[in-house]
């Protein structure tokens, strides 16, 4: 049996559209696939990994690696030889008999049954149809399988923190926009059934986005379409080009109850993707259905749209979320606290509110900060380490260090990685190159003075991709173990040799 490395891509592609990201980041990564005479062999690196895949995730693996190949395929678990792992790095060991430790003593005392699907892993394993937060946009390829389009990193804003309407922080700044997303997600108004949400970056209309196809699906299913504007763009291009329209029509007209499109300012200027747009949007209302969009202007102001599609966009009900005062601020910072396990003193909370007046990402960008310094330097969170946080400073930033340069970076995170500069660089989207990749763009960040730009020429990307990988790093390090532990153990190698941060996140 031929198995290029890229067919396993696609199944590790699908699996993270099927899993939950915990499930998927703990479980799947770790295990190397190879040609098993007609099947395929799934080697684990300990007996504990082996026996969880065979028990909760095989079944899924092998749905999507039918769904890759076009055909059914035997699959083998088994143990990795002493010899096989001998080649991995100490850290990567060490993070998997830990998640094992943790693991094991959260197991129920009784042997949990098989499953087709990993049910048990609830709530960590969700199916997309009752989570379409982790759906993306799939696009139909010539042989008639489905698979995932790849969104522009930092568009799918993976978290393990709930984008629900209970987690949502309501207060005088976004009550009317919460309230009328929740009016159509729940089709609970008469007469309202288009909504456009307008708001700067970062202040919750994403979260009221997925929230609403949250709550939609458990009623329609997988009839509720999330996209972004920008993967709109890109699907409706390969369709044309492809010769697949037909297949567009069916996902985003036909088999459409509730439509979800954000960012959609990202349609100025492209004449033809506005056009399929509007015709979209006024079938799926004219076909009983709901529409919800978001964006950074109102629609009056998109200049650069069609006069026929800003008067669409306004022809519905308009709701604007403004940044957040103090209280919606101290109770945001709150909830992400104890969604972390982080115990946030009261004096601390109400330093951070006051210092940080901005939006959302930006107090998630503070206690980052402040969480990952206490952490490091083994230090309680309280009024003295916050105001060093909030100063962008911690006890080694006073002392004298060398300069480090983008190209120090990535080459101790490749050796941290047991990867090369040359791969970090490369095209592939990996998961083994892309999480280093992505924490050497937020080093780079941290530890130089290099622009996004300048980071970008040195890993092959361009300044936008740098800045989504940036944030997202950032958001999940309250939240991944893995990550986090990778990135403390990181910056513990450049304070060895001799670097220091420069710049801070608040």
């Known amino acids: 049996m031929t198995f290029p490395p890229e067919v396993w891509d696609g199944v590790m592609h699908r699996l993270q559209e099927e899993l939950a990201p915990i499930s998927f980041d703990m479980w799947l990564p770790q ?18 990994h082996s026996d969880r895949i065979k028990d909760y995730f095989l079944t899924v693996i092998g749905d999507c690696v039918r769904a890759e190949v076009g055909r059914s395929v035997s699959l083998k678990v088994k143990v990795a030889e002493p010899s096989e792992t001998n080649g991995r790095s ?44 982790h759906k993306r946009a799939v696009s139909i390829q010539p042989n008639g399988t489905r698979r995932p389009t790849r969104e ?23 009550a009317l926009a919460r309230e009328a997303a929740l009016a159509l997600a729940n089709q609970r108004q008469i007469g309202l059934n288009q909504l456009f949400i307008v708001s700067g970056s970062g202040l919750g209309k994403t979260h009221l986005a997925r929230a609403v196809v949250d709550t939609a699906a458990r009623t329609i299913g997988d009839r509720a379409r999330y996209t972004t504007a920008e993967s709109f763009t890109s699907e409706f291009t390969q369709s044309v080009r492809g010769n697949q329209m037909p297949n567009f029509t069916r996902r985003y007209r036909t088999h459409c109850e509730l439509l979800v499109v954000e960012d959609v300012q990202f349609f100025e200027g492209k004449a033809a993707t506005q056009l399929e747009f509007f015709h979209v949007v006024q079938h799926v209302l004219d076909c009983g259905g709901r529409v919800l ?32 005062d103090a209280t919606v601020r101290r109770n945001i910072l709150r909830a992400k606290a104890a969604h972390g396990g982080i115990r946030l003193p009261d004096d601390c909370l109400d330093l951070l509110v006051e210092k940080v007046a901005g ?24 009024l003295e380490l916050t105001h060093e946080s909030l100063e962008g400073r911690s006890p080694r930033t006073r002392e004298i260090a060398l300069r ?62 740098v800045a989504n990988a940036i944030r997202k790093v950032e958001r999940q390090l309250l939240e991944n173990v893995r990550l986090r532990y990778q990135a403390e153990a990181l910056i513990a190698r450049l304070t060895e040799l001799g670097h220091r941060p420069l710049h801070s996140f608040d």
């Open 404 to 465: 480090a340069t983008p190209a120090d970076i990535i080459e101790a995170v490749a050796v941290f990685f047991r990867t090369s500069p040359a791969a970090l660089a490369s095209r592939s989207r990996r998961r083994d190159v892309l999480v280093p990749r992505q924490l050497a763009m937020y080093l780079c960040r941290r530890y130089t003075e290099a622009s996004l730009a300048d980071i970008g020429r040195e890993l092959n990307r361009d300044h936008p991709s």
């Open 31 to 48: 295990i190397v696939a190879r040609p098993a005479g007609d099947g395929l062999e799934l080697v684990c690196p300990t007996q504990f």
């Open 152 to 174: 522009p990193e930092g568009s799918r804003r993976q978290t393990a923190f709930p984008l629900t309407f209970d987690s949502f922080t309501v207060g005088s700044c976004n």
């Open 90 to 133: 100490r850290e990567t060991v060490s993070i998997g008999k830990a998640l094992e430790f943790t693991m094991a003593a959260n197991l129920a005392p009784t042997a949990a049954p098989k499953a087709k699907h990993p049910q048990h892993e609830r709530p960590q394993s969700i199916a997309k149809a009752q989570h379409p937060q």
């Open 359 to 382: 939006n959302v990402r930006e107090l998630e960008g503070a206690l980052i900060q402040l969480v990952t310094i206490a952490s490091l330097f083994k230090r309680p969170i309280d």
């Open 293 to 324: 969009l978001t964006g950074d202007k109102f629609p009056q102001e998109l200049d650069q749209l069609d006069e026929r599609v800003r008067t669409r966009l306004a022809s519905g009900f308009v709701a604007q979320v403004d940044t957040p």
